[in-house]
Structures are given as structure tokens and as C-alpha cells.
């Protein structure tokens, strides 16, 4: 089953293409990571296959259905959306803004209340957001903001997980949190794609890495052969060595001088 | 372990108990309604209300009430208290929902150009059809004008204070135009200017407190139904499609019921000021952000501030009427400056 694909999918603003005829399927237990320098489109192609933004060619398949053809509330079962700048200032607590990630249960007739406390409880949990439960979201700092983002994203328990820099702000023990957090959404079962920067995390987390650059995929696989130094030297205009990771299983990406 | 972190405790709560809150204001309301029916320039005991009261409702209990005080309290007191305590409702509900689908604490329906709308269309529509086209005229123009200052403050970069500086500039165009149709048709059928700019509760009747509370009575149940949503607008509105909001619908229809619920109090009693904005201001820090209990206790005390003001209006200067509005924007006023210095929403004060 795949959780996701995009056929030829375009975005033109004007005269700029933002994503250009770009062709992705992510399954279901795959986790993704779309990597690329500024303005390659990485958040353009995150809202289009959200379905935030109408494509001016080229379609998404959400669970093998066309997403145009999905009524809004529908699509909340299917897929949940972390943003990469979401309003700071929100009213209310942490708890209830993570249980916001439950309404689009409200559709579905097995969902019960003890799932809803359930999910909440659980998803502050895994983004080590419990102790803020109490606490009023504008009043958060940058981090804790995307960790209970995150854990709405979590709540709401969707098949397909579309993140754009989950990992914005956060130190880097949140970060490894978070990011294994996504590979455990993959191993059960999720479609994952997330927008990182942090290079060396999408090289021992995810799946598969998608490089982007000026809105087309510039190269796509496993992260060994995504991470050759000629292709990022090339795509992020800066030199960059690669060698293998001292103790873990995958490459290291350093800035060359 | 961190240090203390004191911005957890800019938002200090109040000692009432959330539940409590709505039975307060619901008995201060009532006592503000009995109080109101006793006061004015014809004086009528507690005891003299009740059993009038008694005696409408065919108990014959207790003394039998003079003809002028029963006529007083029933063709000309309680329509005009049940008037200020709808249009009080009316006004703080829309502020409080306004205030949540735009996420911006000046949210009001008479800043947001909605009132002046409704003044204009209520000039125009009473010079053929009396208060009852008044109303009619003021409800399809604050719809039209609801919709406009939504579609025209729309724009990508999701600046939410865009929509404010577009109703406050449209309304003030509106508010000229009203002032034209004033000064130019015949004043026994259009009411003067001051009636639309500061709103007047002088005059109420059944018929137009029974057209008012069915067009009030309906949009404020659709909103009440559409808290649960209104919550969501405030992660954004694109999070709250990403919950499976349909943003378009839920917004044209929002701003429609609150445009047709502000028209209709406009209509009826004119602009009355700074109530959509003062009210749920102090409500929030009782009730906290969540739309259902703030609706409800909005709609309370919003009750509370027009049923008051007016007391004071028909009262401070008896015989003479003073528009309800003055009160209003007297209290209404300097909060709105107090407003307005305040550090915003989770930043240290």
C-alpha cells in the first residue's frame, strides 16, 4: 500500500516553478527525508501533498485515492501536517492544543473518549512534553513550541505524516528524540516525509533521502547514495566531504573548507 | 534544573472557578433586569414589580398593580431591558468570535466596518419600511459588509491586523455615507445621526425585541455550534484545514451569522460601541480561550454591560435620554487604550 504519491506534480507561481514535474511514492513504513538548499521547493511540495496548495500540473495520491477528490474532513484522517512556522500565539494550554490533533476523529465511528485521552497522553509523552501539559502555548520557547506542534501531529493519528522541519530549534537531545520518534511512526507502518536540514540526521534516520534543488529532485535513494560529495557540493554551492560515520551505520557529511 | 520560569505565570487566574463563572453572571443579570424594571423617572417598588409581574403570568397574588405601573413596566420597560440585554448579547458574542476567527484582540464588529454597514443599510431601508426595514435593510447590509472586509483583508501573508485597518477604513467611509442619507431624507423616518453612531434604546418595542431575538436567536445557536471550530482558528487556519476544517465554508458562514446577528441589533437600537470588544476581554480571563464557555459567558455579561449602561442612560440625567453608546464608549474607550499598550498575548509583562 502506498501512502503517498506524486505524479509529475507542478507548482508555478508567475513565472516561477516552484516544484517542477517531480515524481515520489512513499509507502506505507518508509520514512522519508526531503533534504536541499533554501528555495529548493522542499515546503512548496510538503504543501502541495498536504493539499494545501492546488497544483498547476501533475496530481497526489493519498492512500492510492486522488487527494483532490477527498472532502477536507476525510483528508484529516489520512494525513497529518506539521508547518514549519506555526502561530506562536496560541491561547490555549499544551494539553489542549495537542488534543486539537483528536477532531478529526470525531468522524470516525470506533473512535472513543478513552482513545482520545489515550492518544493525547501518549503523544505528549513521546515529544517529552508531559511536564508542559499545564502550561499556555504562547508562553513556550521556540522548542518546546515544535515538540507539542509535534505532539498534535502525533494525536492525530494519521496514516501519512507530512512534516516540514519538525526538528526547527531543538537541542540536540530533542533532536535525536525526534527524530527516532519519526522512524518509530515508519516501523509502524506510517508513511513519513519530513523536511531536515540537519544532514547527518536524515543520513542515519531515514529510509530514504530526496534532494531537491530549484524545485526538481535532484537525486533520490538510500542515504549512501544520496550523500556523494560531488552531488551536495554541487546542489548546496559549498565543498563537502563525506566519510563513514565512526560508530554508526551510515555517512557523515562534514563542510569541507 | 532551569531557573523559574515566571513567563508561566503572565496569565494570572482569577479565583473564580471556570463553572462558576456563567452562574455569576447569569444571576448578576437577572439582578441588573430587576433592578432596571424598579428605576426611571416613574419609581416602582420591588414588591410593586413582582406582583405585577404575578399578575401577568394570572397569579392574583398580593396587591393589584396601578394601571401606570403596569403599564410602564410592560409596554415600555421590559421590551426595552429584554432589547439592551439581546443587543448586549449579540454585540459581545460576535466581539468574542470575531476576536477568535481573525486572532486579533481589537476584533469587533463595529471596528471591522460590520456596524457602519449596517447603519447604512438601516438609513436607507428605514426610509420606506419603518423599524422593520430598518432592520431588514441594516441585517443584508452587515452581511455584505462582513463578507467584503473578509474578502478584501485576505491575503497570503496571514496578518491577521490586516483585516482590522480594512474594516476601520471601510467603515468609515460607510460611516459618511449614513450621515449623507441622514441629512438628506426626512427626518421623521430615518433617525437622526446620533441614533446610528452611538446607538439609542429609547422607544423599544415588542415587535421590533420579537424580529431582533428571532434573527439574534438563530445566528447565536449557529455560532455557539461552530465553537468546537473556532478553537482550531486559533493553531491557524491552515492547521485547522489540516484537521479537517473546511476553512472557506466555515469562515463565509461565521461571518455571515455574525453580520446578520450585528445587523439586526443595529438596526433596532443603532451602534452601540466597545461592547464586542470590552465584553470578552474580561470574560476570557475568567472563562480562559475556549470558545463554548466563552460564548455563553460573553453572551451573559455582554447582557449585563447594555442592561446597566442603558439604566444609567434613562437615568443620569432624567427626563432626558442619553444615548446608550456614550456609556458604552465612555467605559469602552480608555479599556481600548489600555488594550492597545499591553504587551502582546506570552510575552513577560
Not at chain 2, 399578575?55 to 421590559?78: C, K, Q, Y
Not at chain 2, 458604552?328 to 506570552?346: E, N
Request: with cysteine; charged share 15%.
Amino acid at each position: 500500500m502506498t501512502g503517498v504519491t506524486a505524479r509529475a506534480l507542478t507548482y508555478a507561481v508567475g513565472n516561477a516553478t516552484l516544484v517542477d514535474g517531480v515524481d515520489l511514492v512513499v509507502s506505507d513504513g518508509e520514512f522519508v527525508a526531503v533534504v536541499g538548499p533554501n528555495g529548493a521547493g522542499k515546503s512548496t511540495l510538503i504543501g502541495l501533498l498536504a493539499g494545501d496548495l492546488r497544483p498547476s500540473a501533475g496530481g497526489v495520491e493519498l492512500l492510492g485515492e486522488d487527494l483532490a477528490g477527498v472532502p477536507v474532513g476525510e483528508l484529516a484522517l489520512r494525513r497529518a501536517v506539521l508547518k514549519e512556522q506555526g502561530v506562536a500565539d496560541i491561547p490555549f494550554d499544551v494539553r489542549a492544543v495537542v488534543a486539537m490533533g483528536r477532531y478529526p476523529h470525531r468522524l470516525d465511528p470506533n473512535n472513543t473518549q478513552l482513545a482520545d485521552i489515550t492518544a493525547v497522553g501518549e503523544a505528549l509523552d513521546r515529544t517529552s512534553t508531559s511536564h508542559l501539559a499545564g502550561r499556555v502555548f504562547a508562553t513556550l520557547s521556540g522548542g518546546e513550541r515544535t515538540r507539542v506542534s509535534l505532539a498534535r501531529v502525533f494525536a492525530q493519528d494519521a496514516p501519512v505524516l507530512l512534516l516540514d522541519e519538525p526538528t526547527t530549534a531543538l537541542d540536540v537531545a530533542h533532536q535525536e528524540r525526534v527524530m527516532s520518534q519519526m522512524q518509530f511512526e515508519a516501523r509502524r507502518e506510517r508513511a513519513v516525509v519530513a523536511v531536515l536540514h540537519d544532514l547527518n540526521a536524515a543520513a542515519y534516520y531515514a529510509d530514504r533521502v530526496v534532494l531537491m534543488a530549484e524545485g526538481s529532485i535532484r537525486a533520490e535513494g538510500p542515504p549512501r547514495g544520496v550523500f556523494v560529495e560531488n552531488i551536495l557540493s554541487e546542489v548546496y554551492r559549498q565543498r563537502m566531504r563525506i566519510i563513514d560515520h565512526p560508530f554508526r551505520d551510515c555517512p557523515l557529511i562534514l563542510v569541507a573548507d | 534544573m532551569s531557573a523559574p520560569d515566571l513567563r508561566s505565570q503572565a496569565v494570572p487566574r482569577p479565583f473564580l472557578p471556570r463553572r462558576a463563572v456563567p452562574v455569576v453572571l447569569g444571576l448578576l443579570l437577572l439582578g441588573a433586569c430587576a433592578l432596571s424594571l424598579g428605576m426611571g423617572s416613574v419609581v416602582i417598588s420591588p414588591s410593586e414589580v413582582w406582583f405585577a409581574f404575578l399578575h401577568r403570568i394570572g397569579l392574583d397574588i398580593g396587591a393589584e398593580p396601578s394601571f401606570r405601573a403596569d403599564a410602564v413596566l410592560w409596554d415600555i420597560r421590559l421590551p426595552r431591558i429584554l432589547l439592551g440585554l439581546l443587543v448586549g448579547a449579540a454585540l459581545a458574542v460576535t466581539g468574542a468570535v470575531l476576536q477568535g476567527l481573525y486572532r486579533n484582540q481589537l476584533a469587533d464588529p463595529h471596528l471591522l466596518g460590520i456596524g457602519p454597514g449596517a447603519a447604512l443599510g438601516g438609513a436607507l431601508g428605514s426610509i420606506s419600511g419603518g423599524v422593520q426595514g430598518a432592520i431588514a435593510g441594516a441585517t443584508a447590509a452587515a452581511i455584505a459588509t462582513a463578507l467584503i472586509t473578509r474578502r478584501l483583508g485576505a491575503t497570503r501573508s496571514l496578518d491577521p491586523s490586516r483585516f482590522i485597518l480594512t474594516g476601520v477604513a471601510l467603515g468609515a467611509a460607510l460611516t459618511a455615507w449614513v450621515g449623507f442619507i441622514v441629512f438628506a431624507s426626512d427626518s421623521t423616518k430615518v433617525p437622526p445621526i446620533q441614533f446610528w453612531l452611538l446607538g439609542s434604546l429609547t422607544g423599544s418595542t415588542w415587535r421590533a425585541l420579537v424580529t431582533v431575538a428571532v434573527i439574534v436567536g438563530v445566528g447565536l445557536s449557529g455560532l455557539f455550534f461552530a465553537s468546537r471550530i473556532l478553537d482550531l482558528f486559533a493553531l491557524g487556519e491552515s492547521e485547522a484545514r489540516h484537521l479537517g476544517v473546511d476553512v472557506d465554508l466555515a469562515t463565509a458562514t461565521i461571518v455571515m451569522a455574525v453580520g446578520a446577528i450585528v445587523g439586526a441589533t443595529v438596526g433596532a437600537v443603532g451602534v452601540v460601541v466597545f461592547v464586542g470588544l470590552l465584553v470578552p476581554h474580561i470574560v476570557r480571563r475568567f472563562t480562559g480561550p475556549a470558545h463554548r464557555p466563552l460564548l455563553v459567558s460573553s453572551a451573559l455579561g455582554g447582557g449585563l454591560f447594555v442592561v446597566l449602561a442603558d439604566l444609567l442612560a434613562r437615568t443620569l440625567a432624567d427626563p432626558v435620554d442619553i444615548p446608550v453608546g456614550l456609556l458604552t464608549a465612555a467605559v469602552g474607550g480608555p479599556f481600548f487604550l489600555w488594550l492597545i499598550r499591553k504587551p502582546p498575548r506570552g510575552e513577560p509583562t
